[in-house]
């Protein structure tokens, strides 16, 4: 099994931005050094907290500092850009990266990103459609494009001048474009299954249930068949938020620690999902009441913490339950203790990892 990184991190309100972008880049850059196999940021425009608003512009300043870790958008949330402005965007960044980019997209989920672009009554699943195959259009085509849809409608007929190169839209290094990866956070997610019937792969959020990630490797498969291609756990990518420590005193204080940054992660996410209507991502069954869904309850189910021999049996476990996955993406937080962070990161890829056996 592999280990990458994910990370939509969820920094304390009061923290100087500066310290929180360069806590978040050094992560990347830890990432890179241990063997991190590939890193994905989020973004978002209206989030105090949650305060990376573009990761293209976080992937540029790291790209040169990085020399093996392939790094990932996690997501573009699509209805909020133009197309056009994500492909030549997506394609610079390819270059930039020297063909190690993955290109990770979603409709968005934060409600006061959509209200902000004027989506928020939109139906951002159709506008996430229209956008990417938009963009494949772009990179496949040749201008003027002539590309006309419900949100979007994409030319430059009246000003291309062929002999100078104006009016083309770049094309991305990898061919015929950099893998796609989509992120599931429903269960029984039928974006899984649409997904790999065009060839892309998921990643299962680190805030689900392992009730409800069990349930995407069924869709991913059903997705493959529809697709007339084989299903492979390698491809597979789960998240998950694990904290490592040598010793387990420790480990407990940090993860479960009231205003420590792993609670603190979970208390953002339990309020948007409370008020968003959308517990069903916390419980584990459906007909679970409402009030039976706790802060407690969720960090208790989603946070694994322990020494590098407890981590590993509780990796293992989680995976019997879930079933086999290619890559396990360790999810960022906040270093409210900047040397138990790193030492955390440093645990798992050198000591809990090789632990870990290989897919059965």
């Known amino acids: 099994m592999k280990l990458g990184f994910f990370t939509m991190p969820i920094h304390p309100l009061d923290k100087d931005w500066r310290v929180c972008l360069q806590e978040d880049r050094e992560a990347f850059l830890l990432a890179d050094e241990l063997g991190f196999t590939e890193g994905y940021v989020g973004e978002h425009v209206t989030d105090k907290a949650e305060n990376i608003t573009s990761c293209i512009a976080f992937i540029a300043w790291i790209a040169a500092a990085t020399k093996n870790i392939r790094l990932g958008t996690g997501t573009i949330n699509m209805p909020n850009t133009h197309p056009a402005t994500v492909a030549a965007n997506i394609a610079m960044l390819d270059h930039m ?6 290109f990770g997209i979603s409709p968005g989920g934060l409600l006061s990103d959509a209200e902000l672009f004027g989506n928020l009554k939109a139906n951002r699943n159709e506008m996430f459609l229209e956008a990417i195959n938009q963009i494949l259009a772009l990179w496949s085509g040749e201008p003027p494009y002539d590309l ?12 291309l001048i062929p002999e100078i190169g104006q009016g083309y839209i770049p094309r991305p290094l990898q061919n015929p474009h950099p893998p796609i990866v989509v992120t599931a956070v429903a269960p029984f997610s039928k974006g899984v299954t649409e997904a790999a019937a065009r060839g892309w792969e998921p990643i299962s959020a680190n805030f689900l ?9 069924p869709k991913y498969v059903e997705g493959c ?16 938020s694990v904290f490592v420590a040598d010793d387990m005193a420790t480990a407990k204080a940090y993860a479960t620690d009231p205003d420590g940054p792993y609670v603190n992660y979970y208390r953002s996410l339990f309020t948007k999902m409370k008020r968003n209507g959308r517990l069903e991502l916390f419980k584990t069954h459906r007909d679970q009441p409402d009030d039976e869904v706790t802060l407690e309850s969720v960090c208790d189910r989603l946070i694994i913490y322990g020494t590098p021999d407890s981590v590993a049996e509780k ?14 993406l360790y999810a960022g ?7 138990l962070g790193r030492k955390s990161m440093i645990l798992m890829a050198e000591k809990v990892m ?3 056996p290989a897919i059965p």
Request: hydrophobic share 35%; net charge positive.
């Open 225 to 240: 068949e529809k697709g007339g291609r084989p299903a492979d756990h390698a491809n597979w990518r789960v998240a998950k």
């Open 148 to 159: 006309n849809g419900k949100y979007w409608n994409i030319t430059t007929r009246k000003t």
């Open 354 to 356: 090789p632990k870990i």
């Open 315 to 328: 990796v293992i476990a989680f995976r019997e339950e879930v079933g086999a996955f290619g890559t396990l």
């Open 209 to 217: 249930m392992p009730e409800w990630v069990k349930t995407h490797w």
């Open 97 to 102: 990266l020297d063909g190690r980019l993955i």
């Open 333 to 339: 937080k906040d270093w409210k203790d900047r040397e």
